[in-house]
């Protein structure tokens, strides 16, 4: 978490399980290991040594001022030298930086989607638009290559983290939202027609009702192509001419890739996500 950005509050949620509770509470072991040393060097330093130095000294003034007297006092404090050395530890290196759309915190947590330790927000949006730029912005490498082999394979390395970062995000709101998105089918995200029926039946909207049939079919499409590309090296097959009829006349041939429908399917898909996480939103805000 980057000081001075987010909110100003004490109050801290946990970016994996959702735990709010004073920001005090949220300590490793090791840096509670560590805090407790450097206090107990404070107190030893600040505390506990001066005060047995100046018994010391104490003592040596009494022996001093009874010296030849019929009464001699004499003491003498013996110890060995104490050292109280620090525990140094490393953070454990965190593995993607987030800057929350909804209060600006900054941090950095394990894995990819997280919740924002001062708003509790959920980072999937944000994750998800990035994923999708960097999808986007590969296929302007086709601008500078010239080689059709390595052309259709930047199309289809988009296509199928298009379809990747979609199915990533679907994970984070099954966890985040049992209720809504069910734990069956296992690849939900990856499933448009069984996603469509998970939202219809828990908020009474379909995702053709969301984004359009048009645009379902289109996004229902791409899906399906991206997984004979992913399956059976892009030609067409049987499950395929099922799923699209339409395109049965392609049975046995390789799907040609375009970049325009490969771009068109990012910005499609990108606001589809974008529609479901605004929709769960006020549909979770309702409960509340």
């Not at 000081?3 to 735990?19: A, E, K, N, V």
């Not at 600006?104 to 638009?129: Q, T």
């Not at 209720?179 to 909207?205: H, M």
Request: hydrophobic fraction near 40%.
């Amino acid at each position: 978490m980057k000081f001075g950005t987010g909110l100003p509050t004490p109050i801290c949620h946990c970016p994996y399980c959702g735990y709010t509770g004073d920001h005090n509470e949220f300590c490793t072991t090791a840096q509670i290991k560590y805090a407790e040393e450097v206090a107990l060097k404070a107190i030893w330093q600040q505390m506990i040594e001066p005060t047995l130095k100046e018994i010391e000294i104490n003592l040596k003034q009494l022996e001093k001022a009874t010296s030849g007297g019929f009464i001699q006092i004499r003491g003498r404090i013996e110890s060995s030298p104490i050292t109280l050395p620090l525990t140094y530890f490393q953070e454990k290196e965190v593995e993607t930086y987030v800057t929350c759309d909804n209060c600006g915190a900054e941090f950095a947590v394990f894995g990819v989607f997280a919740n924002c330790p001062d708003c509790g927000k959920l980072n999937a949006s944000v994750i998800f638009k990035k994923s999708i730029e960097v999808c986007r912005n590969r296929l302007r490498l086709l601008n500078s290559i010239e080689d059709k082999a390595l052309q259709e394979a930047i199309l289809k390395d988009a296509l199928s983290d298009g379809v990747a970062a979609f199915d990533a995000l679907g994970k984070a709101l099954r966890l985040r939202y049992p209720t809504i998105f069910p734990q069956r089918p296992k690849n939900l995200f990856q499933n448009l027609n069984a996603l469509s029926n998970a939202l219809l039946k828990s908020i009474g909207k379909s995702l053709s009702d969301i984004i359009g049939d048009g645009n379902f079919a289109f996004l229902f499409k791409m899906f399906q192509i991206r997984h004979i590309y992913e399956h059976n090296m892009g030609v067409v097959d049987d499950d395929f001419v099922n799923r699209l009829p339409d395109l049965r006349y392609l049975k046995g041939r390789k799907y040609p890739l375009e970049r325009t429908e490969i771009e068109n399917f990012l910005i499609l898909l990108l606001g589809a996500g974008n529609c479901i996480l605004a929709i769960v939103d006020i549909q979770n805000n309702l409960k509340w």
